[in-house]
């Protein structure tokens, strides 16, 4: 079964503050794992795809990373517009998981003026 | 451009009464997923559609709980005889034709059960 964990659970930061985020996964064969932003009382808004280890992916202040095991969300020098919840999700290879996303619980992150 | 569009975004029903929550792609898009949010947990995903076939079912109740994605029109999750447990926020995403690949959310519709 495919899990994915995500810490910290929340996050305070200080505007200009950089930080990360991490994702820890298993999977039976990594298709893809996924970065999604979530505002309250919103839909889940995408952000990357990542498809293999070493794999690197920017937007903005976001960059996000990929080892065997986990990812990386690194925010640079955040602002508070970019509060909100990060969830991480996987897709695997095999049977039904290679249609469904499996996602952790997120990581809230509050940035302050 | 619209995105994936759901209504109603908030629903109220009382014990025992039947909701049902609709969904429509994006454009061009043929696949259609139905994930649930609990509170304080993460999404989890119910069912698998392409149109007029259920691909994967694997994440849906046994009972009471049914999806259908017809040729013409938006999709449909629809819970029979809803209890207090079903409520929830329930988010439909799509996704172009491979199947795979990043999926794009929707507003989500927040179920309330009295």
């Known amino acids: 079964e495919d899990q994915v964990t995500q810490s910290p659970e929340a996050l305070r930061l200080q505007e200009g503050e950089s930080s990360s985020l991490n994702c820890s996964y298993t999977?039976?064969?990594?298709?893809?794992l996924f970065w999604y932003r979530q505002d309250p009382g919103k839909g889940p808004e995408f952000l990357f795809t990542?498809?293999?280890a070493g794999e690197e992916k920017e937007k903005e202040r976001l960059k996000a990373t990929l080892t065997k095991k986990e990812s990386f969300l690194h925010i640079t020098a955040p602002k508070p517009e970019d509060s909100a919840t990060y969830l991480c999700a996987v897709q695997g290879h095999s049977g039904a998981g290679s249609y469904q996303l499996t996602f952790g619980k997120g990581t809230k992150l509050s940035v302050i003026p | 451009n619209a995105g994936v569009m759901q209504n109603p975004r908030h629903l109220v029903r009382r014990r025992g009464q039947e909701a049902r929550l609709r969904c429509s792609p994006m454009k061009g898009h043929s696949h259609v997923y139905w994930y649930r949010q609990l509170p304080e947990e993460g999404l989890k995903f119910m069912v698998y559609l392409q149109k007029e076939n259920i691909i994967d079912e694997s994440g849906m109740p046994k009972e009471r709980f049914s999806a259908e994605f017809p040729k013409e029109g938006p999709s449909i999750l629809r819970i029979q005889q809803v209890v207090r447990g079903d409520s929830a926020a329930y988010f439909c995403?799509?996704?172009?034709?491979?199947?795979?690949?990043?999926?794009?959310f929707g507003p989500g519709t927040r179920l309330t059960v009295l």
């Open positions: 999977v039976s064969g990594l298709r893809g």
């Open positions: 990542l498809y293999s």
């Open positions: 995403a799509s996704s172009p034709s491979s199947g795979r690949g990043e999926q794009f």
